[in-house]
């Protein structure tokens, strides 16, 4: 099983490994930058303040140092993200073998797990893969391995912290939902012993709410430190959070709403609740019959936290319902298909319609779930097999990196090195050169939550009097659209697009003085 898990590992690795990024369409050019532009200023030592924020989290301090190691280029940060890609399945994986002990159902489930990456596109999804599935299959295989060992003492709680603590800096919206995760984990468990006293229930959610909060101050306290040794300021717990409390945060263009008619989210909505249901059922007062110290609640608590996780996770897909977004909740559906299926298997093989007056309700139900899961198992292992191939052509065409190469050494040979440059497309194109934008801000495809950081830029063109700038994608009319009417008439009064440097649909401008 391992060996097969290894191979679908490697050929996600291989599906996210596309350095050809301009290639791609302007929406994921842009959730590209928004990405790398974080780490762009971490690596040259920028801290973080109101105009250099990140939306997406913190997770250019934990790129800071391999980024470094490898050169700290584009193509550099996307086999980072490659590996944090592969990894983030492999964790999938080995969480379904932890939990799952049918090996049927393991192979299927892989496969069925691996559909979004191999079937469903050719490269990276920045706003998913791997980003905010990461730390939710490093909790998910975490909690996987304390079920299937039995390692739930005082040291595997401290750890499974450490990973809420990791996830809120690298995304303080998936983080949280990892701690509300194995928080919910240790509760029910508490409430599942035998005849549990109410003093040791509150006892045992007060602790892990403490562990919680004690995380996030964690992450926070660690940006803090960040900042304050690269000469920054302290932002306190509002600007950590930026974009979370900002109102507009899903509105305007990135604004779907949910539909208003039957459709797959309700069932995934179904299923989550399912889960929970069955993680409850085995509170001790609630339990019919079993013991409870044989630790067959355990997979029921499993089912309960990913469940819980998956419910957070899912509010991504409710504030922007995009269909290709409910894939957030993929791999945690896939996980409790599996293990709620195997739990029916039993009744589903001794199932038979001649004999249904012989069954229990329950029985019959557990038959239909299983079959249904096995099912829907079966339909998407089946279309993951078929669409594979359909984007082989495309995903060989984005792994080609000379293009890029070549379009960076035109601009360095019609532009002076390290000219002052900022926007969409211009902290890959000098993370290659080699080059220093002088201008660490707010990625600028992100504009439209922090106008500011347009007037930011503006005013330090105008404070250093530089004599020419390189523009990003389409930068020059969001500075228009979203900043200050005065500053940007200022600036397009006082310079003038000398040349211009187009590749694949991206164009970069060149202003200089009139």
């Not at 039995?150 to 595997?156: A, G, P, Y």
């Not at 499974?160 to 996830?167: D, H, P, Q, S």
């Not at 609640?297 to 409710?318: E, N, R, W």
């Not at 659209?481 to 397009?492: G, H, M, N, P, V």
């Amino acid at each position: 099983m391992i060996a097969f898990y290894g191979m679908l590992t490697l050929l996600i690795g291989y599906n996210f490994y596309t350095p050809e990024v301009f290639l791609r369409n302007e929406p994921d050019r842009l959730h590209m930058n928004a990405y790398f532009n974080s780490i762009y200023n971490v690596l040259h030592g920028s801290p973080y303040t109101e105009n250099t924020t990140s939306i997406y989290g913190h997770y250019g301090i934990l790129y800071k140092l391999p980024m470094k190691l490898l050169g700290g280029d584009l193509i550099d940060f996307i086999l980072l993200n490659t590996l944090v890609g592969a990894l983030s399945f492999l964790a999938a994986f080995l969480a379904l073998h932890f939990i799952v002990k049918n090996d049927l159902l393991r192979i299927i489930g892989a496969v069925a797990l691996s559909f979004p990456v191999l079937a469903m596109r050719s490269g990276i999804y920045w706003q998913l893969w791997p980003h905010r599935v990461l730390f939710m299959c490093l909790m998910l295989c975490y909690m996987a391995f304390c079920v299937r060992y039995k390692k739930l003492n005082r040291l595997s709680c401290i750890l499974g912290y450490g990973i809420v603590f990791l996830g809120i800096l690298w995304n303080t919206e998936s983080g949280l939902f990892c701690g509300a995760a194995w928080a919910g984990f240790w509760i029910l468990k508490s409430l599942c012993r035998k005849e549990t006293k109410i003093f040791y229930v509150i006892r045992t959610a007060f602790l892990h709410v403490s562990g919680i909060v004690l995380s996030f101050l964690g992450a926070w306290g660690t940006v803090e430190i960040y900042n304050l040794a690269n000469g920054g300021t302290i932002m306190g717990i509002r600007e950590f959070l930026f974009p979370l409390l900002q109102s507009s945060y899903m509105d305007d263009l990135l604004r779907v709403d949910l539909p208003d008619f039957a459709s797959a989210y309700m069932s995934v909505i179904a299923l989550l609740f399912l889960a929970c249901a069955w993680g409850i059922s085995h509170m001790w007062f609630l339990r019919r019959s079993g013991s409870a110290d044989s630790k067959e609640y355990l997979p029921a608590c499993f089912a309960f936290a990913a469940a819980v996780l998956s419910l957070g996770q899912i509010t991504y897909f409710i504030n922007r319902a995009a269909y290709h977004n409910l894939e957030i909740a993929h791999i945690p559906c896939i996980l409790l298909l599996c293990l709620l299926a195997e739990g029916g298997m039993k009744a589903f093989r001794s199932f038979r319609f001649k004999n249904l007056n012989q069954f229990k309700g329950m029985d019959i139900f557990r038959c239909f779930f299983t079959g249904t899961a096995l099912l829907i198992l079966m339909t998407v292992c089946t279309g993951n097999l078929i669409q594979y191939g359909q984007n082989t052509a495309l995903r060989e065409e984005l792994h080609n990196k000379q293009e890029i190469n070549d379009f960076a050494a035109h601009i360095a040979a019609n532009i002076p090195e390290n000219t002052y440059a900022f926007g969409i497309g211009v902290p890959e194109i000098y993370s290659i050169l080699r080059w220093d934008t002088s201008c660490y801000t707010l990625d600028l495809p992100d504009l439209s939550l922090r106008p500011e950081a347009g007037d930011h830029i503006m005013d330090d063109i105008r404070e250093k009097q530089i004599p020419a700038f390189l523009a990003g994608e389409g930068t020059i009319s969001r500075m228009e659209k979203y900043s200050s009417k005065e500053k940007s008439k200022w600036l397009l009064d006082t310079y003038q697009v000398s040349q211009t440097f187009e590749f694949k649909g991206a164009v970069l401008q060149y202003y200089t003085l009139k």
